[in-house]
């Protein structure tokens, strides 16, 4: 069967799609070294743990011990499945750009050798690819992906909307994660250590005040809030109950006259009437009554019936 070249180019795409990074380093064309990109080498290869050093870029400043021993369990029985990326510094000389939980249980294994895509990239991409790499397939904690977030558009000059292409994420989620670095270092901290959830975070962002958002982040640990009950706190702090707003007084002759009424209205209705002024030569006259006879007399006087 024959096939022209433009089917045979877009069967080859449509291979690489849906595949993740790992189809982006195994199948990126390869480029001249000195024009500072990227060098990929397509085939997989077995190298020694030794010649291996650890990545400086890396996001994920904490690995859970536990997590390592058990994934070292699988590699002792299954081996390594998906093999290490590094970039090759040197003759037996390379950094790891991702896998660094796989190095760590790989050594505990007991292995002398892994499996390894070998690239060569420069500072910057090294440092993006990490980055994507973690975000992608680590469980890094919130505050762990919002500073990765933040490194990718500062060292990596990525716009947000760039961001989110290469992470598959909107815009709007990029941002969320992004405001997390306005909040205090203790709620950062919090937030880190899991004493509060990104849920609670979002709602505390929404307050400009530091000596608040403390404020709330102490009762969120202390009396175990939940997130729609820190919603709550938050709208009744941004939108408190206006306080009404005080009549002005009215002038002191207007007053004495006011009384003077109010004393002759009084004796005329025979209950005691009450005159209010706003100040604004408006106000307002009331006459309690006590029955409906009571009622009915001050009709009377009031030639209303």
């Known amino acids: ?54 990545n400086p870029y890396q996001p994920r ?22 093999p290490i990326t590094v970039r090759k510094l040197g003759e037996n000389h390379y950094q790891l ?3 660094e939980r796989r190095v760590q249980a ?12 070998v690239r060569s990239a420069n500072d910057q991409q090294m440092l993006e690819m990490a980055l994507i790499e973690n975000i992608q397939r680590e469980n890094l ?3 762990e992906i919002a500073l990765s977030y933040q490194r990718l558009i500062s060292e990596c000059n990525l716009k947000q909307e760039q961001l989110g292409d290469r992470v598959g994420k909107n815009r709007s989620t990029v941002n969320n994660y992004l405001r997390l670095l306005r909040l205090p270092p203790d709620i950062q901290a919090g937030l880190r250590d899991s004493r509060i959830s990104m849920g609670h975070a979002r709602a505390i962002i929404n307050v400009d005040n530091v000596e608040q958002q403390l404020h709330i982040f102490e ?12 919603e709550a706190l938050v709208r009744e702090l941004s939108n408190p109950k206006k306080k009404a707003t005080p009549q002005p007084e009215a002038h002191p002759e207007t007053q004495h006259q006011i009384r003077q009424l109010q004393t002759r209205l009084s ?6 009437v009450h005159v209010k002024s706003s100040g604004k030569e408006k106000g307002e006259i009331k006459i309690p009554y006590v029955s409906s006879d ?8 009031l030639d209303v019936v």
Do not use: C, W
């Open 61 to 82: 400043t904490d690995f859970d011990p536990q997590a390592i021993e058990e994934l070292a369990e699988s590699i002792r029985v299954q081996g390594i499945i998906q």
């Open 294 to 301: 009571d009622l009915n007399r001050i009709l009377e006087l």
């Open 219 to 230: 009762r969120i640990i202390s009396e175990e809030l939940s997130v729609r009950k820190v």
């Open 106 to 117: 790989s050594k505990l294994a007991g292995l002398k050798k892994v499996p390894a895509y």
């Open 267 to 272: 004796s005329h209705f025979g209950t005691r």
């Open 97 to 99: 750009i991702s896998g």
């Open 141 to 143: 904690n919130a505050m």
């Open 1 to 54: 069967m024959n096939l022209d070249k433009s089917s045979v180019k877009a069967g080859k795409r449509r291979n690489a799609l849906g595949r993740g990074l790992g189809a982006l380093l195994e199948d990126t064309p390869s480029h001249d070294q000195k024009d500072n990109v990227v060098r990929e080498v397509s085939s997989i290869n077995e190298i020694l743990l030794d010649y291996v050093e650890v």
